[in-house]
Antibody, heavy 119, light 107 residues
Framework: QVQLVESGGGLVKPGGSLRLSCAASGFTFSDYYMSWIRQAPGKGLEWVSYISSSGSTIYYADSVKGRFTISRDNAKNSLYLQMNSLRAEDTAVYYC????????????WGQGTLVTVSS | AIWMTQSPSLLSASTGDRVTISCRMSQGISSYLAWYQQKPGKAPELLIYAASTLQSGVPSRFSGSGSGTDFTLTISCLQSEDFATYYCQQYYSFPPTFGGGTKVEIK
């Protein structure tokens, strides 16, 4: 069965960095576009970033552009999100999610990893 | 970016009720709309995509309609497990955007 398992979250000071990972299994990872989506505590969903199956096409939300970098390693069935210059407003649960039909809507989501940015 | 207005933000209903949730776009998106259900402490789950296509495994009491700028999610006969928060999402253009959510609570 399809599984997405995020890791790498934690507490970090403003201005700090963190790298999130998402381990995929149960499907041919290299065939699917992937995204990161976040949810601040008690708030709604916010799409963060998107990467095509080969990694050749990438998009970012304006709120993270220039600070976050999405990448993938198809040989390791893994998705990553490098987060630099973190701000308090980046505090959220971060989900990785699989895109369906090569479009940015999402049929499988991981359980999420909490990132807290606080001094 | 395409803005979405989802309403109501809170809906009080009883088991067995028929409920509808609306999502209005700031511009036309054809049928590039998805609906998700999220329960507390859990990841969202895809219910409907392409405005009206039921995701595999989703009960038939859920249905979606609309195109262009106005969309609706209907739950025909609310069950206890349906009390949750629902989100619409457009994927017509980047950035994909989500509605603010509708919490369906027990009346």
């Amino acid at each position: 069965q399809v599984q997405l398992v995020e890791s790498g979250g934690g507490l970090v000071k403003p201005g700090g960095s963190l790298r999130l990972s998402c381990a995929a299994s149960g499907f041919t990872f290299s065939d699917y576009y992937m995204s990161w989506i976040r949810q601040a505590p008690g708030k709604g969903l916010e799409w963060v970033s998107y990467i095509s199956s080969s990694g050749s096409t990438i998009y970012y939300a304006d709120s993270v552009k220039g600070r976050f970098t999405i990448s993938r390693d198809n040989a390791k069935n893994s998705l990553y999100l490098q987060m630099n210059s973190l701000r308090a407003e980046d505090t959220a649960v971060y989900y990785c999610a699989r895109g369906l039909q090569s479009l940015p809507f999402f049929d499988y989501w991981g359980q999420g990893t909490l990132v807290t940015v606080s001094s | 970016a395409i803005w979405m207005t989802q309403s109501p933000s809170l809906l009080s209903a009883s088991t067995g009720d028929r409920v509808t949730i609306s999502c209005r776009m700031s511009q036309g998106i054809s049928s590039y709309l998805a609906w998700y259900q999220q329960k507390p402490g859990k990841a969202p789950e895809l219910l409907i995509y392409a405005a009206s296509t039921l995701q595999s495994g989703v009960p038939s009491r859920f249905s979606g309609s609309g195109s262009g700028t106005d969309f609706t999610l209907t739950i025909s006969c609310l069950q206890s497990e349906d009390f949750a928060t629902y989100y619409c999402q457009q994927y017509y253009s980047f950035p994909p955007t989500f509605g603010g959510g509708t919490k369906v609570e027990i009346k």
